[in-house]
């Protein structure tokens, strides 16, 4: 598949760059953009290796990851992270976080459309599902706002924080989703 280069209303998403890895510590190694992720915060370490396995997942044949540097449209430099892996059976499993100066201004709705636009229009996918902390509101409204539908939970789904931690699962189907207006 060529590069990923898509645009909404007010975001874009574009392939990873290995410059990109001190604009995704300001994300992934903040507590406050990380409080309710899968993960604690990572190290500038980490994010390196992240920057450097997105890269490398872009080459692959077939493709089954797609991590994304979330922009404003008409700029380059990355506020955010967006992440597509596809599962058999034609589906994916979605995630994203921005940085906390970008909260509440829809973009995260944005970024799950913009996921599904890939997901659905040039993959071919027939279900996408997210997953979110019960206590992370905000994502359950921009799921919501996104046209998911909440399915339901995983019980001790992920070991974060020193404990395990349920999470509420979401997801879309191809007929279901209809692209920004």
Known sequence: MTPVHLTGPKLALREVESE???DLLAVYGDPEATRH??????????????????????EDTPRTEYCLAVTRLGEHRLIGYARLATEPQRAATIGF??????WGR????ETV??????????LGLHRIW???????????????RAGMTEDGRIRDHVFVH?????????????HEWAPMG
Not at 113 to 122: D, E, P, Q, R, S
Not at 130 to 144: F, G, K, M
Request: proline share 4%; hydrophobic share 40%.
């Open 37 to 58: 992720l899968s993960f604690e915060p990572r190290t500038r370490e980490q994010v390196r290796a992240i920057v450097d396995r997105s890269i490398a997942s872009a």
């Open 20 to 22: 990109d890895t001190k």
């Open 97 to 102: 976080a921005l940085h906390p100066a970008e």
């Open 113 to 122: 459309h913009l996921l599904c636009a890939l997901g659905f229009k040039a």
């Open 162 to 174: 020193g404990a395990w931690r349920d999470s509420i699962t979401y997801s879309i189907l191809e």
């Open 130 to 144: 997210a997953a979110r902390a019960p206590r992370n509101e905000a994502s359950a409204r921009t799921l919501l």
């Open 106 to 109: 829809g973009l995260g709705t």
